[in-house]
């Protein structure tokens, strides 16, 4: 939304006390776009999204369009799956659909490891590491 979508992802935190998306981008993030991730996280947070996961078969998430993963990494089978805006059941249900790229506000991902509902505080805020 803000810097493009030639980022890959390279690992994440969701902690009670603080939530990390870690990514490559080509180029340094600009300030200004900085601010704007930070502002868009924030809404994010204060949305309160519906979240859930399941354990399911490897193959099944990786058909879903949008899917958000740290490809290269290995995962178990069956592997946990979160969806964070949306119901999870829906997006297994038609894992192609085209709604899943366009829907920004909404996330689906595949988990390495135990992710529970954690409320984070809207005072979180983006930071970078150069």
Do not use: M
């Amino acid at each position: 939304e803000v810097i493009g979508d030639c980022i890959d992802q390279k690992g994440s935190i969701a902690l009670s006390e603080k939530l990390r998306f870690d990514f490559s981008h080509g180029k340094p993030v600009q300030p200004e776009d900085l601010r704007k991730i930070e502002s868009i996280v924030k809404q994010r947070i204060e949305a309160e999204l519906e979240l859930s996961a399941q354990e399911i078969k490897l193959a099944n998430p990786k058909r879903v369009n949008g899917l958000r993963a740290v490809f290269g990494e290995i995962y178990a089978d069956p592997v946990r799956v979160v969806s964070i805006g949306r119901k999870l059941e829906d997006v297994l249900a038609n894992p192609e659909s085209k709604e899943w790229l366009s829907d920004i506000n909404e996330a689906t991902k595949l988990d390495g490891a135990t992710l529970e509902k954690v409320n984070f505080s809207p005072s979180v805020l983006v930071s970078l590491l150069v």
